[in-house]
């Protein structure tokens, strides 16, 4: 304890004769030290309801890719969107291990079959 209260006391003395502020930014001028304005970044403008907002949105064709999820489970690990939705379908149920040239074949019937049904 008698040590650490040396320590500290030494420490002090230290700093108040090299002159450390309490906020440790020794002779650093103000304009260094204070935060720099940001300018606002103006939010968009929507459209007063949804009628008008649906207009704007993009809908595109389904495009799946491989997004590999790393949770050991081969059979998720591909990613479909379509602009605006995203799915992240079960493919090959029943195989016990699938490459990744099997998920993408499966991915792309199954990108066939949601443009299919759009």
Do not use: K
Not at 1 to 18: E, F, Y
């Amino acid at each position: 304890m008698r040590i650490t209260l040396i320590t500290a006391a030494a420490l002090t003395a230290a700093c108040a004769l090299a002159g450390c502020s309490s906020l440790g930014l020794g002779n650093i001028p103000n304009e260094l030290v204070e935060s720099p304005v940001v300018n606002p970044v103006e939010p968009p403008i929507l459209p007063a309801d949804d009628s008008d907002f649906s207009d704007t949105l993009v809908d595109s064709a389904w495009s799946c890719y491989y997004d590999p999820t790393y949770n050991d489970d081969w059979h998720d690990d591909v990613l479909c969107a379509d602009g605006l939705d995203v799915q992240r379908p079960y493919l090959l149920e029943g195989d016990d291990f699938v490459t990744e040239d099997e998920i993408m074949a499966a991915a792309s019937a199954y990108e066939t079959e949601l443009n299919a049904n759009s």
